[in-house]
């Protein structure tokens, strides 16, 4: 072939590629959308091309501008997400459970996907199908109820650390406090000895919830994921630490808020070829890799361990990368089960942020709430201490049982009411797998053209947003007081009417069907053993009277903010003081 042939030939092929690289994500990206039947749904106006309905969304609390459209387009509607595309929203149960339980026809969209990707890696979280009932049977056990109650002595471990950590800094203020008095009463009482001063009022300390919650959650999950000790309590504030900690809190703050550009890349497909990588996203990349490297360690030591001490003995470990790395050199598990090294080491960033994230935000709630409404906190306690009169009970090597935590009827009111009012995720994306998905309906909607119907229609990609928090804050289904933080709501046989589809009876914060959350048994003690441990022990409140904690909606995971202090980020200033 002569050289001028040579060169069209190769001119020809780049041309090809590079049209049906413009125009494959063109036409999935504006054309497709344009035709597909949710443009028939009825829905609000969109701000603009760009932002959609976004900004909407953003600038009121999570779940209330879709309970605002309910009230004018009904119970399943379409609205804009960012560059105008189209997001069906429903309200309807019958909707709900049918795209929960049929994970094959309502996949994970694709930039929620590429979104965890980026942060976790190619983990649980990410996975569908074959590779996704494989990873989910490899870890069940580590979730199973026996499991999660040897765990919980992790947890306990470590609240009553946090509970030392509390004391001794209230018997330093003590000190300081009564030296105070000492000189006082020195200086201003030349009668008597310093001995006679006015008692001290009982101690206080400020403590910033949210540091030390984060700091109790990430040891928690460091020892019971993965036998790993972050020993995240015991260090200083800003003192170099864990290696692994360190990547795991850069990824975590790479996902509190996009950046512009990242935004872009995520939804417009052909952006994703820009030769830029944002800056922040540059570092989440670079922790991820630390991730994988001191993981692949971790697995490499554990082997070890295993070889080198049987299985028997590792029989003992309960963690879950224990179950994981036993389940993967099992005999009595078939070849096609197993997961690979790869596989293994993905889980490492997945259960590290999934299992910290999203308690440790629960929490800050739930604490906020105790703290802004003593009568709760009061009953709350009341509640604790009558169950367990003696406070020597709560010792490293003795403590309540699982069980016994578990029965007590207003502690798990207020875990779920801090769950139901401030789900950690707002909504998961979803979206249709394949042209001419049909969505049954409990009632009917009225289209656009006037016409009647009981059912949705998707195209194949269509974006579907599965609501949390919209669900959990709707007065229709819990009366007037929903947006109120009310716990005997779940003691009074109020919530038994509702049949929300979550792992957790009418709760949606983790979700249900085959994605639905896998940690949820761990996270509901977690919380519980935290909240028996402080707030037996300690008076919390709000560090000012005047303090007013709210949220924003703008980011993915909606963590405390003091109202008129934005800019000093993500904040829980309470007192707290010894009982
Ligand atoms: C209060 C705490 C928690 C909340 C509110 C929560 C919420 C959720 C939600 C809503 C999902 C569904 C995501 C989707 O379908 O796209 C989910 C999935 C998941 N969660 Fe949690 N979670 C919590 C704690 C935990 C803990 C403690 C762990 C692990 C130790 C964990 C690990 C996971 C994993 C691995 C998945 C993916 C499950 C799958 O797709 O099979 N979560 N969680």
Redesign the pocket.
């Known amino acids: 072939m002569s050289t001028v042939l040579t060169f069209l030939l190769f001119f020809f092929i780049i041309i090809i590629v590079t049209i049906h690289i413009l125009l494959r994500p063109l036409s999935q990206g504006f054309i497709r959308p344009l035709l597909s039947p949710l443009c028939t749904l009825p829905g609000p106006k969109p701000f603009n091309y760009i932002w959609g309905s976004v900004k909407d969304i953003q600038s009121n609390d999570p779940g209330m501008a879709h309970l605002k459209w309910i009230k004018e387009f009904g119970n399943t509607f379409v609205f804009k997400g960012l560059f105008s595309i189209n997001r069906l929203y429903t309200h309807d149960l019958r909707a709900v459970s049918h795209i929960i339980s049929n994970p094959d026809t309502f996949v ?1 969209a694709e930039d ?1 996907k590429i979104g965890v990707s980026k942060l976790t890696g190619k ?3 990410w ?1 569908e199908g074959d590779l ?1 009932k494989r990873q ?1 049977r490899a870890m069940n056990p580590a979730f199973s109820t026996q499991n999660v109650k040897h765990l919980s002595n992790v947890i306990w471990d470590k609240a009553l650390q946090l509970r030392e950590i509390w004391l001794s800094q209230l018997d330093e203020a003590r000190c300081a406090t009564s030296s105070d008095n000492d000189i006082d009463s020195g200086y201003e009482s030349a009668s008597g000895p310093a001995s006679k001063a006015a008692p001290s009022p009982p101690a206080s300390v400020n403590v910033e919830g949210i540091q030390w919650i984060t700091k109790f959650s990430f040891d928690v ?1 460091g020892l ?2 993965f036998g790993h000790a972050f020993n995240f309590l015991q260090s200083a504030d800003g003192e170099e630490g864990d290696e692994l900690l360190g990547a795991l809190q850069t990824i975590s703050k790479s996902g509190e808020k996009m950046s512009f550009l990242s935004t872009i890349m995520l939804f417009i497909p052909i952006a994703r070829y820009l030769p830029f990588v944002p800056e922040r996203e540059h570092a989440a990349v670079n922790a991820l890799s630390t991730c994988r490297r001191v993981g692949g360690e971790l697995i490499a030591a554990r082997k070890q361990q295993i070889a080198e001490e049987g299985e028997d003995e590792d029989e003992k470990r309960k963690d ?1 990368l224990s179950h994981l790395i036993r389940a993967n050199i099992s005999p009595s598990v078939p070849e096609s089960m197993k997961l690979t090294d790869e596989n293994v080491l993905d889980q490492i960033p ?2 590290l942020l ?2 910290h994230e ?2 440790a935000t ?1 929490l800050s709630w739930t604490v906020a709430e105790l703290a802004s409404k003593p009568a709760i906190q009061d009953k709350l306690r009341a509640e604790i201490v009558a169950a367990f009169p003696d406070d020597s009970d709560l010792e490293f090597d003795s403590h309540p049982s699982y069980d016994e935590i578990n029965a007590l009827p207003y502690l798990d009111g207020v875990v779920k009411e801090a ?1 139901r009012l401030y ?3 707002q909504f ?1 994306k979803r979206a249709a797998a394949h042209d001419n998905t049909v969505i049954p309906l409990s009632e009917d909607i009225t289209l656009r053209d006037g016409s009647v119907v009981r059912e949705v229609r998707l195209n194949k990609g269509d974006n579907i947003d599965v609501p ?1 928090a919209g669900l959990q804050r709707d007065p229709k289904l819990w009366g007037e007081d929903a947006l109120e933080f009310n716990p005997e709501r779940w003691m009074d046989g109020r919530t038994s009417q509702i049949r929300l589809p979550g792992v957790v009876q009418n709760l949606m ?3 249900g069907g ?7 048994k ?2 509901i003690a ?2 519980k053993i935290f909240l028996f441990t402080l707030i037996r022990s300690f008076k919390v409140e709000l560090e000012r009277a005047d303090m007013e904690i709210v949220r924003s909606s703008d980011v993915f995971i909606t963590r405390p903010l003091v109202k008129g202090e934005f800019e000093k980020g993500n904040r829980l200033p309470l007192k707290v003081t010894a009982l």
């Open positions: 994970k929620y983990g649980l979280i996975a996704h989910r999950i019971a994921g879950l997945t259960f999934a299992g999203t308690t629960s769950l789900p950690t995720i998961v949390i914060a983790f979700m085959a994605h639905g959350c896998i940690g949820y761990f996270a977690e919380m």
